[in-house]
């Protein structure tokens, strides 16, 4: 990278805010200390200034790396000194809310958090929430296929955008801010850049579905035995006429017991000793409807679900309590720095067998391994951290990984459910996905971005 870069660059683009390496070396990169390894970040302001930072950087062979709120889980976003950063944060308006057909189109650097804030004076919500809502952007979600709490009932990412606008690596602008539901002419592209993690271009406007928000909504925490039983809990609650499922979140004993230790709850508070808690969320027309539901719930499917303890929430400062449990992720980084992590999606049927091969089979590579191991529960997704410190050598996280990959997709389950592949999967999706499906993929990366000048080395490139 010559030093006429950044004079080229400010020229180029004047608008932009531009950062060189020595800026970026001082900020914070995020979630993941490799962010900010760029030789510059350029925030451009709107489309046609990304669209200007493309063809800039094609006509010179350098790479690029869309970033939006740094986020993401799986280096999908870290780079390296010969690239350029494309951060997204310049591009954050709500351009249109219309409630009337319930879409909202956003800027791809818009927090998922403005946006639920926004759709909310309208009584609507973009239908999907993760931890992260206040920094993970929409970009970043659409980049990532992201998934999070409410993906069992209104489907990942992939399902709440209705168009989107992304640059490609020439430069073009594909358009399709499609505002309905239903289209069927010809090839839907604007699935390829969905879950691309910026491989094949930089998406910077999104058409995002939204739905009607339920009036309040009101927390439980249950234990239970197993992840069998709290699943009868969530079927119970998803065939309630009177408060809907909003959340269903399931924590081994595990992880429940270092996020108790972390967030020093006094034992006792809530009820917490079992071998799985679940979380589970109902929203309702107001907050008394919501937790009678649960209350009522819980009691008609107690025996039958061999619920062990539960609580409902009696204020919103309980409820946080019983979020901040399952949410606070970070305790496991500050308890294991560099914590092998893995995210994988699991067939309802097979959780609890699931878990126990794991646990028995981690147990075979060092005995002192028990795992963390939280999720997702009505879709099957569940987060899995050793119990280490890491890095791990890369032999070990191999072993690791056969343990945690084996038959997952025979059985049609998945070996990333919602982080996508970055640089950190890049070997498990070479060991673990269809053949097919990875020759097809390469085809499309050459088809539409020759010179793999768009997040080279993450996914396919
Ligand atoms: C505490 C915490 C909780 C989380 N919980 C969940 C969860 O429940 N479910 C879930 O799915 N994820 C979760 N995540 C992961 C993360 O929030 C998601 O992956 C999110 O989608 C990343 O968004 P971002 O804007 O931060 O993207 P970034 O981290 O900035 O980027 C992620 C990837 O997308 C690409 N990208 C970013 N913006 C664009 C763009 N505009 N165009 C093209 N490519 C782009 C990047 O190049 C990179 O490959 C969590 C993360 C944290 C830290």
Request: proline share 4%.
């Amino acid at each position: 990278m010559t030093s006429s870069l950044l004079p080229a660059l400010r020229t180029a683009l004047p608008t932009a805010t531009i950062w060189d390496s020595s800026e970026l070396a001082s900020r914070d990169p995020g979630f993941d200390g490799r962010n900010f390894g760029a030789a510059a970040l350029v925030r451009p302001k709107d489309t046609e200034g990304v669209a200007a930072l493309v063809r800039f950087c094609a006509e010179r062979g350098i790479s690029l790396v869309a970033q939006g709120g740094r986020t993401g889980l799986a280096g999908g976003a870290a780079t390296s000194a010969g690239q350029v950063i494309c951060d997204l944060g310049g591009l954050n308006q709500i351009e249109e809310i219309d409630p009337l057909a319930r879409t909202a189109i956003v800027q791809a650097g818009t927090t998922l958090g403005a946006l639920q804030e926004a759709a909310a004076v309208h009584g609507l919500d973009p239908g999907i929430d993760l931890a992260a809502r206040g920094s993970a952007t929409i970009g970043g979600m659409v980049s990532t296929n992201a998934g999070g709490i409410m993906a069992f009932r209104n489907g990942t990412m992939r399902h709440r955008v209705l168009g989107l606008e992304a640059v490609l690596p020439d430069g073009r602008v594909f358009c399709d801010l499609t505002r309905v539901l239903k289209t069927s002419a010809g090839y839907d592209l604007k699935h390829l850049f969905i879950g691309a993690e910026g491989t094949l271009g930089i998406v910077t406007r999104v058409t995002v579905r939204l739905d009607p928000v339920a009036g309040a909504g009101a927390t439980a925490l249950v234990g239970v035995p197993d992840a069998r039983s709290a699943q009868r809990i969530v079927r119970h609650f998803l065939a309630s006429t009177s408060a809907r499922l909003t959340a269903a979140e399931i924590l081994w004993r595990n992880f429940a017991s270092l996020m108790q230790r972390a967030l020093n709850y006094a034992p006792g508070s809530l009820p917490l000793d079992a071998p799985c808690l679940l979380v589970v969320g109902l929203g309702a027309d107001s907050m008394e409807t919501a937790r009678g539901a649960l209350e009522d719930g819980l009691a008609a499917i107690w025996e039958d679900a061999a619920i062990v303890d539960g609580l409902v929430a009696s204020s919103e400062a309980q409820a946080a309590a019983m979020w901040r449990l399952r949410e606070e992720t970070e305790q496991i980084e500050r308890a294991h720095p560099m914590a092998p992590s893995f995210d994988v999606s699991v067939p309802a049927g097979a959780l609890d067998a699931y878990v126990a091969r794991i646990e028995a089979g981690l147990k075979t590579i060092d005995a002192s391994y028990a795992p963390y191991v939280y999720g997702h529960l009505a879709d099957g997704n569940l987060h899995i951290s050793i119990n280490c410190d890491g890095p791990v050598s890369h032999e070990r996280h191999e072993a690791i990984e056969d343990v945690l990959y084996e038959g997952l997709r025979e059985a049609g389950g998945s070996f990333s459910a919602e982080h996508g592949v970055g640089l950190d999967k890049r070997e498990a999706y070479e060991r673990h996905a269809d053949p097919v499906k990875q020759e097809l993929s390469r085809m499309i990366k050459q088809l539409i971005d020759p010179a793999n000048v768009m997040n080279p080395g993450k996914i396919v490139g």
